[in-house]
């Protein structure tokens, strides 16, 4: 995840003795906290000969409190895990029992000595290396893995591989032999208790669009539901892969990928309020599934949040912390009357913003905008991504959006 900004995998692995402490009893409103602290602070080729041919993976997702959740099945017999969808990490990663040190998780831990299927990769191995950017020096001969993001959480564990079962657009499961993924047993983060981990589809080695390979021909697409389960109809959603992922027809739009550091940038020219343009904006902006807000040049979001206290008339109300910092009383029955649509000017497309992508509600009827001010790296959250079908298209250095209603 970006706003865990630019993960580091190296081949040292030192434990911790400290234990995240976790409320199973928390609130709407401390899950959010939890998602905003998440936000703020942001690795061979393999054979998919077991994959039927013209059957695709379709994979569910699930939408948590600043987050979104990929279901897949790992080992043989198959163990079923939620993990983290993630576009802007490339390393994807499972808590392994038995652990260590763990963050608390509802789901069954992973335990390799229970799979046919599982190895371990050599610490001199190709893979090893690739991966982690240098050969591993353990004892056993295993290749480890450590992986730190800049919010101070971790995994450490080892590079493994087994057989990944998804479900298809033809309705039957499908395996992946051999997917490389890192069993960790020293982690340490702000998670949900229906996480397991993280899966990464940005783009570089071990990342799971690059082992897929040429069966989805670097396109993936999905399509996020609300967080909030006041205004879901459906409870997930899918993301597609191959021809399946294609965004195309009425109100679709389209603009240049690129990439940097493993992960997605598109051109951003400037963003309007209603039909207030504000000032011109020449740069990079992050297309982040794993970022819960929209991070914006200092500048910029000045701008951005003089235009929207002009334009609203609602009752204000006290900022719930330091990132949301502009938060109104909105109507009890839920309506978001007189809230202005919010455009993004990327290069050639176009991309309008319902009151659903640019105000998050904090608790009760309070709501705060889901914009913050970067000194750093801007991002375009999961939050502005709702409610739009976001098509990847690796090979052409494409993304396309449309707005769709993603409970349907």
């Known amino acids: 995840m970006l706003t865990k900004v630019d993960s580091v995998i190296s081949g040292n692995w030192d434990y911790s003795v400290i234990s995240p402490f976790y409320n199973s009893s928390s609130s709407y409103r401390d899950r959010i906290t939890k998602a905003l602290q998440r936000s703020k602070t942001r690795a061979d080729y393999f054979s998919l000969s077991s994959f039927a041919s013209g059957n695709i993976p379709s994979v569910d997702m699930i939408a948590t409190s600043g987050d979104y959740l990929m279901k897949i099945s790992l080992g043989i017999p198959t163990v079923d895990l939620n993990l983290n969808f993630d576009t802007g990490s490339v390393f994807t990663w499972t808590q392994c029992a038995p652990c260590r040190n763990c963050f608390p998780q509802n789901m069954p831990l992973f335990t390799p000595k229970l799979s046919s299927t599982y190895k371990t990769v050599a610490a001199n191995s190709k893979t090893c290396y690739s991966i982690v950017g240098t050969h591993s020096r353990a004892r056993d001969k295993t290749c480890r893995y450590s992986v730190d993001y800049l919010d101070k959480s971790y995994t450490r564990g080892i590079v493994s591989s087994d057989t990944l079962t998804l479900n298809s657009t ?67 959603s899918k993301i597609h892969f191959g021809k399946r992922a294609a965004v195309s027809g009425p109100g679709s739009v389209s603009t240049r990928l690129y990439f940097h550091e493993h992960a997605y940038f598109v051109s951003l020219k400037g963003i309007s309020v209603g039909k207030r343009k504000l000032d011109s904006f020449d740069g990079k902006i992050v297309v982040d599934s794993g970022a819960t807000l929209t991070y914006l040049p200092k500048k910029m979001y000045n701008s951005l949040q003089s235009a929207i206290k002009k334009e609203i008339k609602l009752k204000a109300a006290e900022p719930v912390d330091k990132l949301l910092r502009v938060c109104y009383k909105f109507p009890s029955d839920g309506k978001m009357k007189g809230i202005p649509v919010i455009t993004f000017h990327f290069v050639g497309a176009d991309v309008k913003l319902s009151p659903l992508n640019t105000f998050i509600r904090a608790y009760d009827n309070v709501h705060c905008l889901g914009f913050v001010p970067s000194d750093d790296v801007a991002i375009f959250g999961n939050f502005a991504q709702i409610n739009f079908l976001v098509g990847y298209d690796i090979k052409k250095m494409i993304i396309s959006f449309k707005p769709t209603d993603c409970s349907k």
């Not at 499908?174 to 890192?182: A, H």
């Not at 340490?188 to 082992?211: H, K």
């Open 170 to 236: 033809l309705g039957s499961p499908m395996s992946l032999r051999n997917f490389v993924f890192g069993c960790g047993y020293n982690n340490q983060g702000i998670y949900e208790r229906n996480t397991c981990g993280i899966i990464g589809l940005g783009i570089g080695q071990g990342s799971f669009v690059t082992q897929m390979g040429p069966t989805v021909g670097g396109k993936f697409s999905y399509c996020l539901i609300s967080h909030d389960h006041h205004l879901n109809t459906s409870k997930s």
